[in-house]
Each structure stands twice: as structure tokens, then as C-alpha cells.
T-cell receptor, first 113, second 113 residues
Framework: AQSVTQPDIHITVSEGASLELRCNYSYGATPYLFWYVQSPGQGLQLLLKYFSGDTLVQGIKGFEAEFKRSQSSFNLRKPSVHWSDAAEYFCAVGATNDYKLSFGAGTTVTVRA | NAGVTQTPKFRVLKTGQSMTLLCAQDMNHEYMYWYRQDPGMGLRLIHYSVGEGTTAKGEVPDGYNVSRLKKQNFLLGLESAAPSQTSVYFC????????????FGPGTRLTVL
């Protein structure tokens, strides 16, 4: 079965600074990979997803993620964060023959002025 | 197009009481899911359904039952609530397997006293 690890529980970043959130997955084949964002009191919104092809994926709100098969990673990046990016971010992995997604524990991002 | 909706938004129960959470989607999705979200644990799958009239157990099914009598609705029941079931519950739906994104509802915050 697939699994996901998000090593960072909490990250604090200054507004305007760059952000990188780490995600490592475990799966025997090429996975489907997702990043979701959850603002306080809200449901989860998809930021971006990777299925195949170009390993650098662009998403909404200026986010991008890079799939690195050799490192089993799918890190999320944003060049310049805005105060509205303060939220919890979840990495998820899906298998090609499974209905389910496995979620990481999440990384909470705090943006300071 | 409302997407995925959940009722109620908040609920407080006493130990031993029962309740049903309702999830509805208007995207004609075949697959629906119930998750619980607890601090530091990400989202864990409770039950899921791959079509009308079908249900299956997820990662943490004990203490919950589900029904999918209509394609657009997925009900989650707690027959005898316990304090360990205090959580935020999310419903999600998707078109097919893990290769497609899951769309999430806004969540139900349940407290069991």
C-alpha cells in the first residue's frame, strides 16, 4: 500500500519569502500525486496534481511541485508567499489500481508580516 | 453547481447517542468517501463507495456505518457515539480511481461529550 510522509509539521515564513514544503511517498510504481490546501475552517482544495509527463507541475495560486522519482519526493514550492497562503497543506498519493488516496499528516504554514 | 455539501456543519453529542451525517454531490461522481481529520494525523479514510448501493471499509471503519442508496448521497452513521469519535468529518467524491482528484465538502465538526 502507498504512504506519504510530510517531515515538517509547522513552517513559519515571512511574507514575500519563498516557501518549500516537503513530501515523500512510498509506492512501488509511478504514483498519482496531489497537493491540497486547507484554509482554517474550510474543506480541502486541490492545488496541483501529477500523473505523468513533465515532472514540474504548475498549480493554482502560484504554486508548483516537482516529482523526483529517484528521491520519492513531490515537494511543493512558491517563490513569494502572501499572507493568504497561511493554511495547512496536505500531500496525497494514489495508486493506479486503487480508489483511495493516502494523505500525509499535513504541514501548517504561518506567514509573518 | 454546489459541488459537495455536508450537513450538519457542527454537532455536539453525548456518549451513546446516535446521529447521521449527510453528504451530497451534484457532479454525478461515481465514487464517494468519508474521512476523519484529527490533529497530526492527516485524513484517514473511514468508508468509501464505488457506486450506488455499494460500500466498503477504509482504514478506520469501526464504530461507523454507511449507506449509498442514491448515487448523489452518502450517509455516515454513528450508532453509539464515543468521545474517541470527536473529530472533523469530511466527505469527498471523484469520477474514478486515485488518478482523479477528490472534491471535498466543507466538513462537519463533531464533539462527543
Amino acid at each position: 500500500a502507498q504512504s506519504v510522509t510530510q517531515p515538517d509539521i509547522h513552517i513559519t515564513v515571512s511574507e514575500g519569502a519563498s516557501l518549500e514544503l516537503r513530501c515523500n511517498y512510498s509506492y512501488g510504481a509511478t504514483p498519482y500525486l496531489f497537493w491540497y490546501v486547507q484554509s482554517p475552517g474550510q474543506g480541502l482544495q486541490l492545488l496541483l496534481k501529477y500523473f505523468s509527463g513533465d515532472t514540474l507541475v504548475q498549480g493554482i495560486k502560484g504554486f508548483e511541485a516537482e516529482f523526483k522519482r529517484s528521491q520519492s519526493s513531490f515537494n511543493l514550492r512558491k517563490p513569494s508567499v502572501h499572507w493568504s497562503d497561511a493554511a495547512e497543506y496536505f500531500c496525497a498519493v494514489g495508486a493506479t489500481n486503487d480508489y483511495k488516496l493516502s494523505f500525509g499528516a499535513g504541514t501548517t504554514v504561518t506567514v509573518r508580516a | 453547481n454546489a459541488g459537495v455539501t455536508q450537513t450538519p456543519k457542527f454537532r455536539v453529542l453525548k456518549t451513546g447517542q446516535s446521529m447521521t451525517l449527510l453528504c451530497a454531490q451534484d457532479m454525478n461522481h461515481e465514487y464517494m468517501y468519508w474521512y476523519r481529520q484529527d490533529p497530526g494525523m492527516g485524513l484517514r479514510l473511514i468508508h468509501y463507495s464505488v457506486g450506488e448501493g455499494t460500500t466498503a471499509k477504509g482504514e478506520v471503519p469501526d464504530g461507523y456505518n454507511v449507506s449509498r442508496l442514491k448515487k448523489q448521497n452518502f450517509l455516515l452513521g454513528l450508532e453509539s457515539a464515543a468521545p474517541s469519535q470527536t473529530s472533523v468529518y469530511f466527505c469527498a467524491s471523484s469520477w474514478e480511481t486515485g488518478g482523479n482528484e477528490q472534491f471535498f465538502g466543507p466538513g462537519t465538526r463533531l464533539t462527543v461529550l
